[in-house]
Nanobody, 123 residues
């Protein structure tokens, strides 16, 4: 049974930091790209970051480059999103998702989605 569970969201002040975690189970971790996505109120879901299957190369949306870092721990099947210098516009529900043999984490290519975790950036 495939499961992806995002956690770590919360309320943080502008300029602050937060680390999200995604726990994966029920599939061969190395065979999947894992991506982080977010959906702000009234907006479409967007891709934030991706770590590809195979070589684990990473990519980021322009809006988060230099502020967010994706990493993974294969042994524990965890993927993290370290978020720094947070801005109010980063407020959203954040989701992790998996794509079989993926490299880019296209939003319509993801095979499995987890429930999201809410990040609120506000003073």
């Amino acid at each position: 049974d495939v499961q992806l569970q995002a956690s770590g969201g919360g309320l943080v002040q502008p300029g602050g930091s937060l680390r999200l975690s995604c726990a994966a189970s029920g599939f061969t971790f190395d065979d999947y790209a894992i991506g982080w996505f977010r959906q702000a109120p009234g907006k479409e879901r967007e891709r934030v970051s991706c770590t590809s299957s195979g070589d684990g190369s990473t990519s980021y949306a322009d809006s988060v480059k230099g502020r967010f870092t994706i990493s993974s721990d294969k042994a524990s099947k965890m993927v993290y999103l370290e978020m720094k210098t947070l801005k109010p516009e980063d407020t959203a529900v954040y989701y992790c998702a998996a794509e079989w043999y993926g490299t880019r984490c296209g939003i319509h290519a993801m095979d499995y989605w987890g429930k999201g975790t809410l990040v609120t950036v506000s003073s």
